[in-house]
């Protein structure tokens, strides 16, 4: 079993390690703090399961997936975060995830999940599933920030952060126009007339810590 985690806190890479090495005896680990570090690692060897957090320096764990998913599209992507399975856990398996669970989750629940993954299956935790289930069975109309495209989701979360256009320009490698352009749509989609609607929309939807 080679296992790749990719989390920008070392403490919590290590818990990770501890959690599944308990289980995986002879489990071989490559570690990742930065987006850039997990695609360069999964692009150069091969991993039977990556244990990606979705919130990194650089690129984003939402860029990572996207990326890992064209050039390893076998390889299963468990996602770990700190956001509520609900709002990011239906966009992240549409993209391409094994899996999602929250970092609040017991070990067991982690290695339950691993295994599942690298079996070739789908993890949600049971909470998840039913509320899935729920929105299957009945007509709802999508929430906001679901009408916007997985970039423009992105620029939401950076502006409800408090970061300027120039900021948001810079950490994505974009032009300031080309921000400008996402947070004019972003505006139109969502029906908000400026950032600190969004920003409130945000905050209050658990899409931003």
Same mark, same amino acid.
């Given at each position: ?32 703090s930065t987006g850039q570090q997990a695609m360069e690692l999964a692009w150069r060897e091969n991993w039977d399961v990556l244990v990606l957090d979705i919130t990194m320096p650089g690129q984003n ?32 398996? !549409?993209?391409? &995830? ?6 609040? %989750? #017991? /070990?067991? +629940? ?6 599942? $993954? ?12 039913? !509320?899935?289930? &729920? ?6 109309? %999508? #929430? /906001?920030? +679901? ?6 989701? $992105? ?55």
């Amino acid at each position: 079993m080679r296992i790749l985690i990719a989390d920008d806190h070392a403490v919590v890479r290590q818990g990770l390690k501890q959690i599944l090495a308990a289980e995986f005896k002879q489990a071989v680990f490559g570690e990742a703090s930065t987006g850039q570090q997990a695609m360069e690692l999964a692009w150069r060897e091969n991993w039977d399961v990556l244990v990606l957090d979705i919130t990194m320096p650089g690129q984003n764990g939402l860029d990572v997936l996207k990326s890992i998913k064209k050039s390893r599209p076998r390889l299963p992507v468990l996602m770990l975060s700190m956001h509520p399975e609900d709002q990011f856990a239906v966009r992240m398996l !549409k993209i391409g &995830a094994a899996g999602y669970m929250t970092k609040e %989750s #017991a /070990p067991a +629940e982690l290695v339950g999940a691993v295994k599942k $993954v690298v079996s070739g299956g789908r993890y949600v935790s049971p909470g998840l599933a039913e !509320k899935m289930a &729920a929105y299957l069975a009945i007509d709802v109309q %999508s #929430a /906001p920030h +679901e009408r916007l495209s997985d970039r423009e989701f $992105v620029v939401l979360r950076l502006i409800a952060s408090g970061k300027t256009v120039s900021t948001i320009a810079q950490e994505l490698s974009l032009s300031v126009k080309t921000v400008s352009t996402y947070r004019t749509r972003i505006l139109v989609k969502t029906g908000m007339q400026n950032s600190a609607e969004l920003t409130h929309y945000a905050i209050q939807n658990q899409l931003v810590n």
